[in-house]
């Protein structure tokens, strides 16, 4: 016999727990605009489009980057690699995403757009601001990408509040380590 279906909206709880089931990437996004240099650790980014090149990426829509984005017309997201949980980390942590010039303990460069990439990211992706959409409490920051790469290496992951990596041997179709 099955449970019986709830009804109603979920609260915030229920809804964290429930997303906290979903595994994402770890990616930075990052801005520039005025002399300052915005960095934020997010984990709701995705490849949004073929034709043309487009990737979206959720920020709380008062964090300071958002502003930046717009006014600047540019951003780049660096995927993090699982030797990479410490920035993530760094720029989880409020205030810790702003700097004049650059920041001192994370390599940047600019690529194609002017906008800063992480030196060790696993991937990056150099975008043109295409749209800023209100999104609830978040904006959805839709960048036309100039420029992408990416290198050798595994991903880091978040799931279940934690930082995860992949197992080093991936499953087959038939769920066994190949």
Do not use: Y
Not at 43 to 65: E, G, N, Y
């Amino acid at each position: 016999m099955s449970a019986p279906a709830r009804t109603g909206t979920p609260g915030a709880e229920a809804f964290r727990g429930a997303a906290r089931h979903w595994a994402t990437g770890v990616a930075v996004v990052t801005a520039d605009f005025d002399g300052e240099v915005f960095a934020k650790t997010v984990s709701s980014f995705c490849t949004l489009s073929l034709d043309p090149l487009l990737v979206s990426v959720a920020v709380t829509r008062h964090s300071p980057i958002v502003a930046a984005v717009r006014s600047g017309g540019r951003f780049a997201v660096s995927v993090l690699s699982d030797r990479q949980a410490g920035v993530a980390r760094r720029f989880a942590t409020p205030g810790a995403g702003r700097a004049l010039g650059s920041f001192t303990a994370v390599p940047m460069r600019t690529e194609t757009t002017g906008a800063p990439v992480l030196e060790a990211a696993l991937a990056w992706f150099d975008c043109h601001l295409h749209a800023a959409q209100p999104g609830g409490d978040h904006t959805l920051l839709i960048g036309r990408v100039a420029a992408a790469d990416a290198t050798g290496g595994r991903p880091l992951l978040h799931h279940d509040g934690q930082f995860r990596t992949l197992a080093p041997t991936p499953l087959t179709a038939t769920g066994v380590g190949a």
